[in-house]
């Protein structure tokens, strides 16, 4: 998920990661706090909107959506199959029963909490992608080294990442050199496919370990662990839009609850 | 306190090694010196670099006896952490050395770790980019470095803790040629430095001779020579048996001082001062006119009407990205050649090649071998017709045994039982790996983990043989070995095609030379015919090999034909001084 960073400029891009943070968590206390599908359809408009101004690519959120389709339709089928008793009221009586004689009625109530609930989920996944997108993994490394982690974590996380692009070319060098001595990778069958890469995860395994050698060398050269902390480079810091953006967060979430128990608003029975 | 590095009676062994693999190593070197350590793989050369900043013995085990004292400090009291800011070690493979994103943030690694102030800290990572000229280089993401270009941000990653000495483990043996030049012309004016003293391990003549200060050489773990690089080049006997690759002039040169028409000191080292020595012998002693009788000219190849073992019309090959990586790439093999791919990274050598085994498939046009269109075939079936051998053993390698190793093409291939049996025996026997047949690959060198993934692929005798440059990484006499291999395979039969970056080998070998250039082909002839080609070649940024240039700089004087060699050399070279006939 780190390496999904979008590098644009735009408001977003440009707010702390504890002010995207904050904003995620006032999104989640609100989505929960409504159960009616109107109120958290407002909500995801909302997060619709912040994800159009970091233009995000609408193929990404295809991806994300489209995996979780079958759990968005059993959602519905179960919330909608609630029998009548956690409702009143017209929410409480079946539309129309799946099976004859009357039973595993559909409520009106059933599918309005189904509908809050694919809402609630859609609005999560969105929300989320949008703060990963927008925070370029340095920032989730300070995160981590402003909440007292031991720097070796966030070198460790660093160097992971560093080494994707080297492991990947390794392991199509690998493929190809094996592919030369005939090897049929593409094999249908689960102990046919494992034992047909065994000749790939060797070489990469030895190859990694090889690799990982030279690295603790190289990282002792270069004096890691000289002293128990290291220099951060970029420090977090707040601009005059991260007060602005969280005070109106605050905000946001104090009239959300206002609206919610103080008015009885965005619930249904 | 003038001394940067000194070694008192030192030994180590390696835990569990059964010999020592340092003996009693005394040397002291001086401040502000280039010196190059030499010797053939195995000698301890870089066991010697990982002593000098401490990695030896506190992160790798051992023996270690004997005191070292780097930059004053005695090693045995300080941890290797401390050390970094006193000495710098660049290790062989830049990759596993880059630890940021960015050129930039990796840099800053080592004085991050100083715990330096964010200013100080950019302030020595622009000093250090500039040093090994990779300034404007900053937000580039590593991953998208040349290999010349990690091995310079390597060094960049170590002078930025401004150390005194520089340890270098063989900067250039991975790298091309381009990579190699610059490599060497950021140590050029890193060694103006007064005050850094560099220390090198490098196989390649060439690069050592007019820049060190002093060799080392190593042999067996002890010290077998020390002194001037002049004085090691000039002694050829002592060369061959330190294992260090002569230059072909000083060859040539050799030849002369024994047959008593030059002193020692006068043997040449480079090409420019070998043709002023020959071109005075010639004035002195007259030039008689030289009559062709070069034995390897006049071997035409043969125009076979029957059907080409492998043809390439019209292909053309572009990545799913878009870019085009061949261009219209027209060719014919006929079965025996032995050819030569050459030109830069990235000229489309690799691409070529992989079409000939189906790796890769033609956007346009067709390869067709021994009858077989690749677009017809996959990589499993065409792989009992063309071996290919790959640069890194390493990534094919997975086996317990050498005998394994080899089982395992030939069971893809379909092979069984008595078969199996009978062509492994063949393969070790060609290569001389039988005594090797029960060993686990990895125990062995890498000279010879590379010799097993050549005889990996013989087994399956195929009627082509790609190898992609055999001898990287290898010394000397693992390259005469795998060339002495690669020729007894061509003389048996295989066709050859090799990929190669090291122009005295396709002088010596190849028959047939392809120059490629930006995935089209530049030049493709006999091999005399494209080394006399110098402006196509500089168009390749090929520099041709010493005997080539020397014989083109001599052409006044009648070097009319191109020779290859040093010994086609020094034969015209003698008849034209001696009058000796043509046998």
Redesign the interface.
Known sequence: MFIEYLPRQTYLHRLDIRTKLIGFIGIVILAFIFKDPLYNLAIAILVGILAFSIRMPLKKIYDLLIPLAPVFILIMLFSGLNFGQNFHGTNGTALFYLLPGQHLGVTRGGLLTGCTFVIRIFTMVIASSIVTLTTP?DDFIQLLNKMKVPYEFS?II??A??FI??MNK?RM??I?????????LEEKGIFRQIKNY??IM??MI??SI???N??????????????R?????KELSFTKWDYLTIIMIILMVISGIYLRFGLNKGFFT | MNKAIELEDVSYRYPKARTSNLKNITISIEKGKFVVIMGPTGAGKTTLS?CL?G?IP??LEGDLTGNITVAGRDLSKYR???M??HI??????P???????TVR?DT???????????EE?YERVDRALEKVRLKGYEDRN??ELSGGEKQRL?IA??LA?QPEVLVLDEPSSELDPEGRAEIYKTIDELRLEKDLTILAVEHYSEEVIARANEVVVLNQGEIAWRGEPEKLFRNIPLLYRLGIKPLPVSLVGWDLYQKGWITSDEIPLDVPTAEKMIRNLLIKHGNRQLESCSKRSGIKLQEKKSQPLLQVTNLKYRYNSGQTALRSINLTVQKGEFIALIGQNGAGKTTLA?HL?G?LKPTEGDVVIDGINTKESD??QL??VV??V?Q?P?????SVSVEKELE??LK??GFEGAEIKQRIDEALKITGLEKYRNVHP?SLGKGERQVIAVT??LA?KPKILVVDEPTTGLDWAGINKMMSLIKKLHENGTTIIMISHDMDIVAKHARRVIVMKDGGILLDGETREVFSNFEALQQAAILPPQIVRLTKGLEDLGFQENLLDESEFTAALLRKLEDVQCL
Do not use: C
Request: aromatic letters at 10%; proline letters at 4%.
């Open positions: 993994i070198f660093t160097t990442i560093r692009p080297t390794k060098l690998i190809d050199a094996q592919k030369a001595r005939g090897a049929k065994i000749p060797v070489p030895i190859n090889l690799m990982a030279t690295l603790s060398m190289a990282m002792l050269n270069r004096g890691f662990g000289y002293t902390s290291w220099t951060s480079l | 990982l900043n990695l506190q992160l290797v952490q401390t970094s800011k710098g070690l660049v290790l062989q493979d990759e596993a050395q880059i630890f940021g994103m943030e800053a690694f080592g004085p991050r770790n100083l715990s330096l102030s964010v800290i590593t991953s390597a990653g170590v803790m992989k085994n790796l990589t499993s792989s009992r071996g290919y790959f890194n390493d990534h094919q390698i997975f395992y093409g893809n291939a990895f990996s692929i399956l």
